[in-house]
């Protein structure tokens, strides 16, 4: 096989004579690649052309913004309330995990941004009272001020 893959079965093609069909080749990519051309989550799914791409990047996007959200916002009135929430949020994140996998470039950087803007938006910066580590008030231990 010239294809890089060595005798590895692909998988869903064993004994269907799926193999043989040019349309259902299954191509993983094992590298990041830049392109349109990519399969993220589902069969099919962004589907052909550059508007589809586009817009599944910022579907990706703004499930990490979503992730972010559920992670630094998520206050709930009760453990079961709490319990659903933190369900979700895992949920989006293996998702956005997965989406990651595809080893599209673009996916990567939309879910980088989205979970930078999502920290910026959302995130409750530093406790009152404590101070950052390695403010000016930090001593040396065995030193006064």
Known sequence: MGDGMGDMPMPGNHNTGMHDHPMKKMMMHMTFFWGKDVE????????????????????????????????????????????????????????????????????????????AVGFAMFSRGPKPGSEPVGSATETMPGMKC
């Open 40 to 115: 993220i989550l589902f069969d099919g799914w962004p589907g052909g052309g550059l508007g589809m791409y586009i817009l599944s990047l910022f579907v990706v996007f703004f499930l990490a913004i979503l992730l972010e959200f559920l992670s630094n916002r998520g206050l709930v009135p009760s453990r079961v309330a709490g319990t659903l929430v933190h369900a979700v949020r895992v949920g989006l994140a293996y998702l956005v995990m997965l989406a990651v996998m595809s080893f599209n470039g673009g996916v990567l950087v939309a879910a980088v941004l989205g979970h």
